[in-house]
């Protein structure tokens, strides 16, 4: 832009001088000879003007030259640093795509440390769920020792009666013993005595003989002893969820095998026992119960949904050690039908 500016003025100056120079040139020549000595002062004038030009064109061009250099200069400068910017802009480019793959790598990682979380989080409720469940089961097996250690209290007690039974027992057999010893003596003295002694003799034997049988029965073994129970439930529920269906309303519990508060039986003997449950659904909801021993299912029962308040009953022989436990467990379903007088029971007897 410069270099045309300069040349631009550079026309104009040379312009003003030929206009000058014709100007000279085109004066008329005078009859005294005077038309000479114009012309040779307009020819060093003009001579002049042409070296002014010159030199003026002459100093342009120096500047124009070294402007053009300037711009080219200023051009390779400027090319250079286009190619810096243009290798800067590169690596930015690389760099912006370096970040971008790391701010990828970034959001898996936090995707992953999620994943992560959410299952730590799962693993942490199956464990309280766990400990929620242990803890129940503690209480059960507390409710448990509990019911024994009264059950031993209650045996304890039969023991010390039966021993101040025998004591008694005795005691009355030594009086016996003496009284005949007294009888045989008088009959000795007398025989009509001896006569009436005889009668009293076979009533005192036929006594004692009574006597040594019930002590017999009040020393027989345990095994005599009845066992047997049935229990219920009196309020319905549609939304039960457990595992034991604990059956609190007691009928019969005889030999305090049935815990009510636990829902399990413990054998208190060695034996064979028959065991049943009957079930009924909740209006038309499915309910499937099974008679587990000590953690292994027997049986099931099955109440259906075809129609309201369905019937699902079984019945189970078991060969029981002394301290096996049997109860019923939910297999599926959530509601069960309960009335004042029982629908829902279970029950268990010793053959």
Known sequence: MLSYLFLGILFAARTNSLS?????????TGPDGQTTTCRCRSEN????????LLNQETLIRMALDKKVSDLVNDMAEMKKYVQ??????????REIETNKQQLQDAKREIETNKQQLLAAKREIETNNQQL??????????????????AEIVSLRNEVLLLRNQNRKMGQLSDGINTSIN???????????????????ISSVVSSLEVIRQNMSLLNGPAKDTPVGFTAG????????????LVFPHVITNKGQGYSSSSGKFTAPRDGTYVFTVTAVS???????????????????????????RQTGTNLVVLELDRGDAVWVRRYSGQGYSGSSAPMTTFSGFIL
Do not use: C, F
């Open 20 to 28: 000058s120079v014709t100007d000279d040139k085109a004066k008329p």
């Open 45 to 52: 004038a003009q001579s002049d003007i042409l070296r002014q």
């Open 84 to 93: 810096k910017s243009t290798k800067q802009l590169q690596n930015s480019k």
């Open 132 to 149: 929620q469940d242990a803890k129940r089961e503690i209480k059960t097996n507390n409710n448990q020792l509990q019911d024994a250690m």
């Open 182 to 200: 007294v009888v045989k003596a008088e009959v000795n003295q007398s025989q009509k005595a001896q006569l009436e002694l005889s009668s009293a």
């Open 233 to 244: 439930i009196t309020s319905a529920s549609r939304t039960w969820e457990g595992d034991i």
């Open 282 to 308: 909740y209006d038309s909801d499915w309910l499937t119960l099974e008679i587990v021993h000590d953690h292994v299912s027997k049986v099931r029962t099955l109440s259906d949904n075809s129609a309201s």
